[in-house]
């Protein structure tokens, strides 16, 4: 763990606002929205608030809560550890949503995308898939809670315009969903954003869907509709066993999606996009994608055909 040094609130507020950001400070890992490209910087919310963002520049937050999903999965969530009385009062955490945060620990840095955060109470939380052999999923695998990590950012590009009616798809694959259920707050908690939203979820089957819960919530909102591309669902059955795979009509499928839940047991492909494409209603197509690098590539070329989705309208997490 990197030591962190002493700085008093008044350094570090110059400092976040003047820290020049170096070869170093990028992770490579080739993420779209480098953080050399884009600098962590002051939101609007946050001047108006009047206080500092806290995590402008590295910082060191608590972990609070650790949950294992299936081994391989983790939920990690996090507080901000202030140092000194000064800095509880005088400071927020903004990470707007589509933007990610930057961890290191040591000379190690890797990029995560919270799923959920505080702006008073300085929390947030992230979902994280362990890579066999990754130097930082061995790290996290072990940690506790009260261990203290260090995050920098907002790192991204994202803003999104609630006064222009918009149709909004967003797309994710596997445990990238998480970063997208902010972008689906943002747009249904606000009454007067009359966009719409597609939320095309893929996963190898439902056991691996997570937040079904929350997708289950956004159902009641007018403006949403969701999709599972499930295609390595598999019941027992012996048709379903043999096929590899259930059918699209399989009842035991059917009993185990939820009220409002559809799931097709497939790819999502240029002819499934196509099927949301819903050309009566009117509004700039936007498309965000969260998944991998190949995922996203796939994604967006097969959406401006399928969706008829600008380029500039593009945007990948
Ligand atoms: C913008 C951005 C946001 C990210 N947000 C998250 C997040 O919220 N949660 C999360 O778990 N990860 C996220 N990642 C990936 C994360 O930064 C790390 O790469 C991951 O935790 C593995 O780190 P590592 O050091 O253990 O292994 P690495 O050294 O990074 O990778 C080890 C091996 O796993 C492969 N690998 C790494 N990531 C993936 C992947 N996603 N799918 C398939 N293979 C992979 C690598 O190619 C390599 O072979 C994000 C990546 C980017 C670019």
């Not at 400070?25 to 993420?31: K, V």
């Not at 979902?127 to 809670?145: D, E, F, N, T």
């Not at 499930?230 to 066993?241: D, G, I, M, T």
Request: with cysteine; hydrophobic share 35%.
């Amino acid at each position: 763990m990197a030591s962190m040094t002493n700085h008093d609130t008044d350094s570090q507020d110059a400092e976040a606002q003047e820290e020049l950001l170096q070869d170093s400070d990028c992770c490579g890992n080739g993420c779209t929205h480098c953080i050399l490209d884009n600098k962590p910087r002051p939101s609007k919310r946050v001047l108006l608030a009047g206080k500092r963002n806290v995590i402008l520049s590295y910082t060191k937050f608590r972990l609070l809560r650790r949950e294992s999903l299936d081994g391989q999965v983790l939920l990690l969530h996090f507080g901000h550890a202030a140092e000194a009385e000064t800095e509880t009062e005088d400071t927020v955490l903004d990470i707007p949503p589509g933007h990610h945060v930057m961890m290191r620990v040591g000379s190690l840095l890797r990029p995560y995308s919270p799923y959920w955060s505080d702006f008073q109470a300085k929390e947030f939380r992230i979902l994280v898939k362990l890579q066999r052999g990754g130097p930082m999923s061995r790290h996290l695998a072990v940690v506790r809670p009260n261990d203290l990590l260090e995050f920098r950012g907002p790192i991204g590009q994202y803003v999104h315009d609630p006064t222009e009616a918009k149709c909004i798809y967003i797309l994710a694959q596997g445990v990238a969903i998480a970063p997208t259920l902010p972008l689906v707050r943002q747009v249904l908690e606000n009454e007067e954003d009359m966009s719409r939203l597609w939320h095309l979820v893929c996963a190898r089957d439902l056991q691996h869907v997570y937040f079904r819960e929350e997708l289950l919530e956004f159902a009641q909102f007018w403006n949403y509709r969701s999709c599972l591309y499930l295609p390595h669902q598999q019941c027992e059955s012996a048709a379903c066993q043999e096929a590899g795979h259930c059918d699209q009509e399989c009842p035991n499928l059917r009993r185990s999606l939820r009220y409002r839940e559809t799931a097709k047991v497939c790819r999502l492909d240029a002819s499934g996009l196509a099927t949301h494409a819903n050309p009566s209603i009117p509004g700039q197509r936007v498309l965000i994608v969260a998944g991998d690098a190949n995922f996203q590539r796939t994604m967006a070329q097969s959406a401006t055909h399928s969706l008829a989705v600008e380029p500039a309208h593009i945007y990948l997490l």
